[in-house]
């Protein structure tokens, strides 16, 4: 790694918004705790980041989001206590572990609708650093991880990162931002244009910004103008300040995620698919939920 770049140690979640697809679920329970089998998604996520060797991570809720706090603190009395029996040191073991995965900041979302205002939000903490900024809905299994990926290409160019992904059904031209630029060599683009949820009509390419960004501080001063110039009533968007990065010859890359698999849980329907693969894949409930499954079929 080069002594110009910086290691990747920050990480900031945005976890602020009121799942308003899954209520009344999430009335009283935020989306990103929607569990996965046993484990609730934004878990996964913290666990991937960790696992990329991110040490502290930044999650910005909102004033309903408290069980997400509560979640990654530490065991309560009670709970400790019934786990502190024969039979359940694993159970035990794993849930204590859950508080010592990072060093969690919490903050409160402040500021105007839009996936740039946690950023800003988070500045203070992540200060002249580069970071991941990644959501909780959204996330490759892939090997390396999608972050390890991300991480990897930034230690060997110093630029921003956007992991993506091909896109071919004309909804998600709308559900995405599109990328495009020159290839630098197969799955690495060198970022021209980001436009978001063009159309498949307006999409420059067929190439889908998901999951997150890797960012590097130079974003900042540049949402600050973004959040100056806001018209009122419109969405504060990340994208608008990436592209004027772009402009000003500030490097951006696109990276095609390789040997992953990509889940989207922000809806009742793709959330139900991916709880039925996780599923299947739980080394508990695996056999006894296929042969489930088949049943179903056979009826």
């Known amino acids: 790694m080069s002594k110009s770049v910086k290691p990747v140690r920050k990480a900031v979640i945005a976890a602020a918004g009121f799942g308003t697809r899954f209520l009344p679920q999430t009335k009283a329970m935020p989306k990103e705790m929607l569990p996965l089998v046993d484990k609730p998604i934004v878990q996964y996520i913290v666990e991937e980041l960790v696992g990329a060797g991110i040490e502290d991570i930044i999650i910005v809720t909102g004033y309903h989001k408290r069980s997400i706090e509560d979640h990654f603190d530490g065991m309560s009395t009670d709970l400790r206590n019934n786990l502190n029996k024969p039979g359940k040191e694993e159970l035990l073991e794993q849930t204590n572990m859950i508080s010592d995965l990072a060093n969690f900041i919490y903050i409160r979302q402040k500021g105007p609708y839009g996936n740039a205002t946690p950023v800003l939000n988070a500045e203070h903490l992540v200060s002249d650093e580069p970071f991941i900024y990644t959501f909780a809905d959204d996330f490759f299994v892939a090997s390396p991880s999608r972050f390890q990926q991300m991480i990897s290409k930034y230690q060997e160019t110093g630029s921003s990162v956007l992991p993506c992904m091909r896109i071919h059904d004309d909804a998600n031209?709308?559900?995405?931002?599109?990328?495009?630029?020159?290839?630098?060599?197969?799955?690495?683009?060198?970022?021209?244009?980001?436009?978001?949820?063009?159309?498949?009509?307006?999409?420059?390419?067929?190439?889908?910004?998901?999951?997150?960004?890797?960012?590097?501080?130079?974003?900042?001063?540049?949402?600050?103008?973004?959040?100056?110039?806001?018209?009122?009533?419109?969405?504060?968007?990340?994208?608008?300040?990436?592209?004027?990065?772009?402009?000003?010859?500030?490097?951006?890359?696109?990276?095609?995620?390789?040997?992953?698999?990509?889940?989207?849980?922000?809806?009742?329907?793709?959330?139900?698919?991916?709880?039925?693969?996780?599923?299947?894949?739980?080394?508990?409930?695996?056999?006894?939920?296929?042969?489930?499954?088949?049943?179903?079929?056979?009826?």
Request: aromatic share 10%; net charge neutral; proline share 4%.
């Open 173 to 299: 031209y709308k559900k995405y931002g599109v990328v495009a630029g020159s290839q630098i060599k197969p799955g690495v683009i060198d970022m021209k244009t980001i436009i978001e949820k063009p159309g498949k009509k307006d999409a420059p390419s067929d190439l889908a910004s998901v999951t997150g960004y890797l960012l590097t501080p130079d974003i900042f001063p540049y949402l600050r103008e973004a959040k100056d110039e806001l018209a009122a009533g419109k969405e504060f968007m990340i994208q608008a300040a990436m592209q004027k990065m772009i402009n000003d010859n500030h490097q951006m890359l696109a990276l095609e995620i390789k040997n992953g698999h990509y889940y989207d849980t922000g809806n009742k329907l793709d959330y139900v698919k991916t709880l039925v693969d996780f599923a299947l894949k739980h080394e508990d409930i695996k056999d006894e939920f296929a042969a489930y499954l088949k049943q179903l079929q056979v009826q």
